[in-house]
Nanobody
Framework: QVQLVESGGGLVQPGGSLRLSCAAS????????MGWYRQAPGKQRELVAT???????NYADSVKGRCIISRDSAKNTAYLQMSSLKAEDTAVYYC??????????WGQGTQVTVSS
């Protein structure tokens, strides 16, 4: 069983910044991926950004240039630094680990609200 603990959501004004964190109970290797997805009311869950155990990253077009995903391998923790936030970034953000060894796991979700 993989445990994911998320933190860092909240209310921010348009143009502001937030950093999300996700601590996993397992390490990410090779073809494993770890990262963030989001789901806005009435919409499907969508990719925000992920990285692989090899270190490659993948970003949604909607967040490129505004978000940076990073990792602390020693802590099995992923970070999502979001800046220039817009109202359309409002969503529940979910951490995800897709592990070749352990399977696919989701965090409990953290709310990000961008509003003045």
């Amino acid at each position: 069983q993989v445990q994911l603990v998320e933190s860092g959501g909240g209310l921010v004004q348009p143009g502001g910044s937030l950093r999300l964190s996700c601590a996993a109970s397992v390490s990410i290797f090779g073809r494993d991926t770890m990262g963030w997805y989001r789901q806005a009311p009435g919409k499907q869950r969508e990719l925000v950004a992920t990285f692989t155990g090899y270190g490659t990253t993948n970003y949604a077009d909607s967040v490129k240039g505004r978000c940076i995903i990073s990792r602390d391998s020693a802590k099995n923790t992923a970070y999502l630094q979001m800046s220039s936030l817009k109202a359309e970034d409002t969503a529940v953000y979910y951490c995800n680990v897709a592990s070749v060894r352990y399977g696919n796991y989701w965090g409990q979700g953290t709310q990000v609200t961008v509003s003045s």
